[in-house]
């Protein structure tokens, strides 16, 4: 049977973005990191129009490894073949994710420890839990915000 990571993605940069917004999704164990982007793209209302890439580090600016370059051994350039269970355990480290390199999202991805078998009865990946209102990925600035 299938094992289900809970994982937690918390948006934590963006430029004039001030408010918290963090998804917790359930997925299967054998997803990709391309699956885990269309989900996080999805639960936070986001168009897929942009570039992506995810790193691993002791922090989001200290990044030492990026999914796409030659230290990811299993599969560099291709999201699509690099499971979860691939990238987890992640030893005293984490995941970050990276939506429009412009505008600069920044998603920290925390998997809650241990898994759980899966529910035939449920598609995943799923939503469990939305903390925060979705990040406005194209807001409209007023002269006002200009000036500050």
């Given at each position: 049977?299938?094992?289900?990571?809970t994982l937690?993605?918390?948006?934590?940069?963006?430029m004039?973005w001030?408010?918290?917004?963090?998804?917790?999704i359930?997925?299967?164990?054998?997803?990709?990191?391309?699956?885990?982007?269309?989900?996080?793209?999805?639960?936070?209302?986001?168009?897929?129009?942009?570039?992506?890439?995810?790193?691993?580090?002791r922090?989001?600016?200290?990044?030492?490894?990026?999914?796409?370059?030659?230290?990811?051994?299993?599969?560099?350039?291709?999201?699509?073949?690099?499971?979860?269970?691939?990238?987890?355990?992640?030893?005293?480290k984490?995941l970050?994710?990276?939506?429009?390199?412009?505008?600069?999202?920044?998603?920290?991805?925390?998997?809650?420890?241990?898994?759980?078998d899966?529910?035939?009865?449920?598609?995943?990946?799923?939503?469990?839990?939305?903390?925060?209102?979705?990040?406005?990925?194209y807001?409209?600035?007023?002269?006002?915000?200009?000036?500050?």
């Amino acid at each position: 049977m299938k094992r289900i990571y809970t994982l937690k993605a918390e948006s934590i940069s963006r430029m004039n973005w001030k408010e918290s917004c963090t998804r917790v999704i359930e997925m299967e164990e054998d997803d990709s990191l391309y699956s885990l982007h269309l989900a996080i793209q999805k639960d936070v209302h986001f168009d897929n129009d942009h570039l992506f890439s995810f790193y691993v580090g002791r922090s989001w600016r200290n990044s030492i490894q990026s999914f796409t370059d030659d230290s990811w051994k299993e599969s560099p350039d291709n999201f699509a073949e690099i499971t979860l269970n691939q990238v987890y355990p992640l030893e005293n480290k984490k995941l970050y994710y990276q939506f429009d390199f412009g505008d600069n999202w920044i998603f920290e991805i925390r998997k809650k420890r241990g898994s759980k078998d899966a529910d035939p009865k449920v598609k995943y990946p799923r939503l469990v839990e939305s903390i925060g209102p979705n990040p406005e990925q194209y807001p409209v600035y007023d002269e006002e915000d200009e000036e500050e």
